[in-house]
Each structure stands twice: as structure tokens, then as C-alpha cells.
């Protein structure tokens, strides 16, 4: 079973301090991986895509900087293991953890509208008044709230705080009215039918 947070710690700690520029190469690297045709996994697959990238890197003196090293390792590593579906989900798990030890919670508003610079102050003053959000483990230092505009919300927002999401949208909503409208009705409403004939049964 793929353990993100296990293989994101192992990433930043053999990293050190490459590990934003690691990140910043395995961003690069996955999407040119995946592109390559055939199946990305096992030791042969994995050779030949490390072979590629070096092939590729030598070229272009894109292999100098040691961030890039350790991401190559790590890609190959995934191929490898079996592993190499899970990129994204490793991605984003060695997103959080830099964040983590660097104090910045990453806050992300999608609402159906645009959204005023007061409501993305007051989400910043609520968040900041804890020492924890979310799922973080050290203090919050620094606080980034991004927008993203999401007409299928039809109106309300949704707020991802770092791994976490807090729904609060009318389409949500509404669904929830929806799923509350087809429960059961009461036990004395629900013993009424209707007949063949047209007629009820009280």
C-alpha cells in the first residue's frame, strides 16, 4: 500500500535543502514520464525512463543542480516499486509537509462569484488566531489564501485549508436537501397507499 506522507518525508529528508528545488523537478518530470508510451513500471521501465532523463539532461546541462538529481531518483524509485500512479498524490503530500515545516498554511476560496479582498482578510484573521490548522503540526508564521472562481458552486464558497475542505456551497446544499427529501417519510404518513383503484388506505 502507497504511503504518501511516509515517501514524502524520505524525499525532503534526503533532500535537505534542495528539497523545493526537488519538488519544483518532480513537477517537471511527471508529466514527461507519463507521456512515454508503454507501462511505467519495474526495474526495466524504470531504467530506461532514468536512462531517458539523463540522456535528455546531459544534453541540455539540465542535470547540474542536485534538487534535480534527487527528484530522478525518486521518479525512477516510483517506476520501479509500481508506484508511479501515485506522482500526484506524492506531490501534493511533499506540498504539505515543506509548508508544514516552513509555517505556511496555503488557503484556496472557490466561490461562484468573485471575492472581495475583506472576505480573504477576515479568513486570514480567523485562521491565524490558531496555532494549528488543519492538519499541521507547527505554528502557522505566514497565511496565503488564493481564489479560484467555481460557477458550478451556484453560490456560497468552499475553502481547502491545507489538506483539509469546508464546504459551505449552495450546490452542496442543495444536495443535502435533496438526499434529506428522499428518506422515508414518518411511520403514520408512510403506512397510507394507494390503491388500485385510485383510492388511499388510511
Known sequence: MFNGERWAAGF????????EAGLEALKALVPVAAAIPGTLRGT???????????????????LSDPGV???????????????????PVLIKAIELLLDQQQGILRVTVESAFPVEASFQNDVKTALAGSSRAGAYNTAVKHIEVMVQLAPELLGGYRLRIGSELVDVSLRTQLQRLARDLQVAPPE????RRTRADGGFSW
Open 12 to 19: 525532503i529528508g534526503s533532500c535537505g535543502v534542495y528539497a
Open 188 to 191: 403514520g404518513i408512510a403506512s
Open 44 to 62: 526495466a521501465a524504470a531504467r530506461k525512463l532514468e536512462g531517458m532523463i539523463r540522456k535528455a539532461g546531459k544534453e541540455s546541462s539540465g
Open 69 to 87: 538529481e534527487y527528484a530522478v531518483r525518486l521518479l525512477s524509485l516510483l517506476v520501479k516499486k509500481g508506484h508511479f500512479t501515485h506522482a
